[in-house]
């Protein structure tokens, strides 16, 4: 018989999967204490839940994991895993320790459908989806491999980043169920500025988030005009400039926060300073931070990332109209875990 895998259940699901076992709905929030807070995969020593109600759990379900396959550790403390999943696909995980926080970088999908044409992701192609369990089980996994003794209440993950392998508004329903979990007090309790989406700009995708949660969120926007963008990302015939930046010039309700903008530098297709006056003039309708993350080799590359002299100077155009603007710092890059080179190629 196989088990249920109940990191599959979203809050309200397994609220539903107690009640329909004749249990009240607080065991839910018991259950998720046990799992996300403390960790503990053995439904035996959950000793709040009566004995009937644990050998039924023992009998019927598990908390499955992706497996750890290989661990990579770079100079700068970052760290990558290649996790296998249980039919056998991989995906990669990376770890990016700084003073005073930790972020997780998570993927979403096993490659990615949209083939953007600088990323190793976009160039493996799309396998499928993750399941809720495999989102948010690289956060268990993470939680424990980096603090197994301390329990999830003083773990070293301050922050999620879903800016790993996929697109994640073309995984709406598994994402979002994560991103429950992420915020819940019952589970990890992160905050919600510190949960960050990374998408390429699925309009339809954003409208919804907006909705259903109040998490950070960056826009992967690489350029200022379509005919570039659609070359860089071709998801932007589909939803182009104007009706991407009409959506996230209101996004947040709260009027104080910010919309990231992500920008890569490439060498003479994006850097030029009238690009960045062109990119100052397309953010001035909304309230905009914009990352510039240095071009990121990924082996299949036909682009040069930009000089570090011409990335200073750009900044230097945005900075001066007002935008907060900072350098994204290439992190893990000799393990491959920097930015756009996650591909899970298995040893
Ligand atoms: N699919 C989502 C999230 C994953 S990619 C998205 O595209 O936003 C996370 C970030 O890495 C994105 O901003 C993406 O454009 C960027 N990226 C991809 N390839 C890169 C490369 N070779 N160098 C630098 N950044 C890259
Ligand atoms: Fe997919 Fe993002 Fe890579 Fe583009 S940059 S191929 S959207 S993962």
Redesign the pocket.
Known sequence: MTKINLLNYSISALENFFLELGEKPFRATQLLKWIYQLGNRDFATMTNLSQHLRQYLITHCEIAVPEQVEEQIAVDGTKKWLLRLVDGNFIETVYIPEDGRGTLCVSSQVG?P???SF?A??FLGFKRNLSLAEIIGQLWFAVHKLSPLKGVRAHAITNVVFMG???PLLNYESVIQAVELMLSHSAYGLSKYRVTLST?GIVPGLRRLRNDSEIAIAI?LHAVDDVLRSQL?PINEKFPLTTLMEVCNDYFKDRRRFVTIEYIMLDGINDSLGQARQLAKLLSHGRYKVNLIPGNLTGNDNFRPSRQEQIDSFRGVLLATGINTITRKSRGAEIRAAC?QLMAKTI
């Open positions: 990615c949209v083939g953007c990323c992701t976009g392998m996929g697109e390429c992967s990302i756009g």
